[in-house]
């Protein structure tokens, strides 16, 4: 598995998969296939694509200790892109199609609607993990920094749940919401649960040094 991760067409071949979620959802657009309400459609379908990415982020590293293929690691930068991508484009179509791009409207909704001032920290959030997202930020920021800063994405998938929540609130329809909240609890529990076995693991004696028993 991992030669074939390695391989050179494995990355344009993601991004390529990544990329058809948005393609199937621009030709329904143009087709006017996406139902009686498309622009509600286009909203809510970005936004679940966004927090599925959000997921796909989070396994990679369970994916790769268990599986040890390490070679999943050099997919989760551009994962994390195609989350802000999504993110971005829910975002645009909530303030084009909600709201008409008017921004003191678009404000003042924020500001009103506590789903969408958790949905709009979110993605606040997220917009300096993927402006650091290259090798130069790393470098600037100093790899601890870095890994510091990108731990904020366990927040975010906290926020992109509750809002998610609040949304289908509304509807009274949270069959959905508890399989992504199942998901994301499992790979946050695997991280707890893999902190814990790392921390209780017994370190390597230096060379040289003789370990006394008790």
């Given at each position: 598995?991992n030669k074939l991760l390695l391989h050179p067409a494995a990355?344009?071949?993601?991004?390529?998969?990544?990329?058809?979620?948005?393609?199937?959802?621009?030709?329904?657009?143009?087709?006017?296939?996406?139902?009686?309400?498309?622009?509600?459609?286009?909203?809510?379908?970005?936004?679940?694509?966004?927090?599925?990415?959000?997921?796909?982020?989070?396994?990679?590293?369970?994916?790769?200790?268990?599986?040890?293929?390490?070679?999943?690691?050099?997919?989760?930068?551009?994962?994390?892109?195609?989350?802000?991508?999504?993110?971005?484009?829910?975002?645009?179509?909530?303030?084009?199609?909600?709201?008409?791009?008017?921004?003191?409207?678009?404000?003042?909704?924020?500001?009103?609607?506590?789903?969408?001032?958790?949905?709009?920290?979110?993605?606040?959030?997220?917009?300096?993990?993927?402006?650091?997202?290259?090798?130069?930020?790393?470098?600037?920021?100093?790899?601890?920094?870095?890994?510091?800063?990108?731990?904020?994405?366990?927040?975010?998938?906290?926020?992109?749940?509750?809002?998610?929540?609040?949304?289908?609130?509304?509807?009274?329809?949270?069959?959905?919401?508890?399989?992504?909240?199942?998901?994301?609890?499992?790979?946050?529990?695997?991280?707890?649960?893999?902190?814990?076995?790392?921390?209780?693991?017994?370190?390597?004696?230096?060379?040289?040094?003789?370990?006394?028993?008790?």
């Amino acid at each position: 598995m991992n030669k074939l991760l390695l391989h050179p067409a494995a990355k344009p071949a993601v991004f390529v998969l990544c990329l058809l979620p948005f393609a199937w959802l621009a030709w329904g657009a143009f087709t006017d296939a996406l139902g009686a309400n498309p622009a509600e459609y286009l909203i809510r379908s970005t936004g679940d694509w966004t927090l599925r990415f959000i997921c796909i982020v989070l396994a990679v590293t369970p994916l790769r200790v268990m599986t040890k293929t390490n070679a999943l690691a050099r997919f989760r930068r551009m994962l994390g892109l195609f989350a802000y991508f999504y993110v971005v484009v829910h975002l645009l179509s909530y303030s084009l199609f909600d709201m008409g791009f008017d921004i003191p409207e678009i404000a003042k909704d924020i500001a009103k609607r506590p789903f969408i001032l958790v949905g709009f920290t979110a993605f606040v959030l997220l917009t300096p993990l993927a402006a650091t997202s290259f090798n130069r930020a790393i470098k600037a920021l100093g790899a601890k920094r870095w890994q510091t800063l990108h731990k904020l994405v366990y927040v975010i998938a906290g926020l992109g749940l509750l809002h998610f929540f609040w949304m289908r609130a509304g509807k009274n329809n949270f069959a959905e919401v508890f399989v992504y909240a199942a998901i994301i609890a499992a790979l946050l529990g695997w991280r707890v649960w893999n902190f814990a076995r790392n921390k209780r693991a017994p370190r390597p004696v230096p060379a040289g040094r003789v370990q006394l028993s008790k």
